[in-house]
T-cell receptor
């Protein structure tokens, strides 16, 4: 089945450690996104990528980094510079830059990161 | 389970009743809107969308209404079922800003038998 796979589903990290969250899609979508979700808040955009080897900062990019070496993969690294990394992280994709056709984003199941 | 939505406004309805979830959007230049449903521990799922040249759009058991004058969006769910229990988010695309979908805080819908 086509879809978006995020791993791991749950992750614990000690303060000062970097951690990388995986996001893979087999939908052949051009655009991919990372969102962060905190209790009582909507989703906030961290980074997005319209095409391989290109990505742009979203609203809360500080303390995060991404790469887009392959069309199907868009890993997110939460660095030690991120001051409050405990959150639910959601990866999404869309056929092209959303809005030009349908604006629908297809989401993965999420990764919950807890910093101890 | 997922702790998202602990402090969200909650709408409680009886099974079989109609539900109306409201959303005030922020940007008068936004011209494309989407409703998403998020069940506990899962990613959001697309429900329905509407562009600013429309006031109303219907899907299966769902209707979205757009009032651009007061920047208000609503999602109506007919004959609400227990499976409709979830957090519902409205999201907006600013005109020309189709790289950035802006999400609202969400509303929790609790359906009681």
């Amino acid at each position: 089945d086509g879809g978006i796979t995020q791993s791991p589903k749950y992750l614990f990290r000690k303060e000062g450690q970097n951690v990388t969250l995986s996001c893979e899609q087999n939908l052949n979508h051009d655009a991919m996104y990372w969102y962060r979700q905190d209790p009582g808040q909507g989703l906030r955009l961290i980074y997005y990528s319209q095409i391989v080897n290109d990505f742009q900062k979203g609203d809360i990019a500080e303390g995060y980094s991404v790469s887009r070496e392959k069309k199907e993969s868009f890993p997110l690294t939460v660095t030690s510079a991120q001051k409050n990394p405990t959150a639910f992280y959601l990866c999404a994709s869309s056929p092209r830059l959303a809005g030009l056709d349908t604006g629908e984003l297809f989401f993965g199941e999420g990764s919950r990161l807890t910093v101890l | 389970g997922e702790s998202v939505g602990l402090h969200l406004p909650t709408l409680s309805v009886q099974e079989g009743d109609n539900s109306i979830i409201n959303c005030a959007y922020s940007n008068s230049a936004s011209d494309y809107f989407i409703w998403y449903k998020q069940e506990s521990g899962k990613g959001p799922q697309f429900i329905i969308d509407i562009r600013s040249n429309m006031d109303k759009r219907q899907g299966q058991r769902v209707t979205v209404l757009l009032n651009k004058t007061v920047k208000h969006l609503s999602l109506q769910i007919a004959a609400t079922q227990p499976g409709d229990s979830a957090v519902y988010f409205c999201a907006e695309y600013p005109r020309g800003g189709y790289n950035k979908l802006i999400f609202g805080a969400g509303t929790r819908l609790a359906v009681h038998p």
